[in-house]
């Protein structure tokens, strides 16, 4: 059962993960409420029909996403918002939206199935 009591602070050295999946298009009031607090939200399925890997630092990768069938990769680590497209997987990382590092833009992303194909945007949310 959620308890809306438990904080960052109150768990101290944890890390509150929320956890969702099958939404379909459907993102009630209550199952988002049921994620406040969490310091990461991860979304188990269905997104349209396609694939995607997730993962912090893309130097770690450790298969061939276009081999495994995933369509998109996720990533983070540099603070630098990108998007490119090698051998029909989409690469993306969206920045950062935490502090400002060096003269880096503060940006978060989205991504746009439609029709079975994907596109990524960038979105600056801060001058």
Do not use: W
Request: glycine share 12%.
């Amino acid at each position: 059962m959620f308890d809306p009591n438990i904080t960052r602070q109150a768990l101290k050295t944890s890390i509150l993960i929320g956890v969702i999946s099958d939404t379909h298009g459907l993102l009630r009031p209550e199952g988002l409420a049921a994620l406040r607090g969490s310091e990461y939200i991860i979304h188990a399925g269905d997104v349209g029909g396609i694939s995607i890997y997730v993962l912090h630092d893309r130097a770690q990768l450790d298969l061939k996403p276009e081999a495994a069938g995933f369509r998109v990769v996720i990533y983070g680590h540099s603070h630098v918002p990108k998007q490119e497209m090698r051998a029909g997987v989409l690469y993306f990382n969206p920045g950062s939206a935490g502090p400002r590092r060096f003269k880096l833009p503060v940006t978060v992303g989205r991504l746009v199935l439609e029709g079975g194909t994907v596109r990524a945007e960038i979105v600056n949310i801060s001058d």
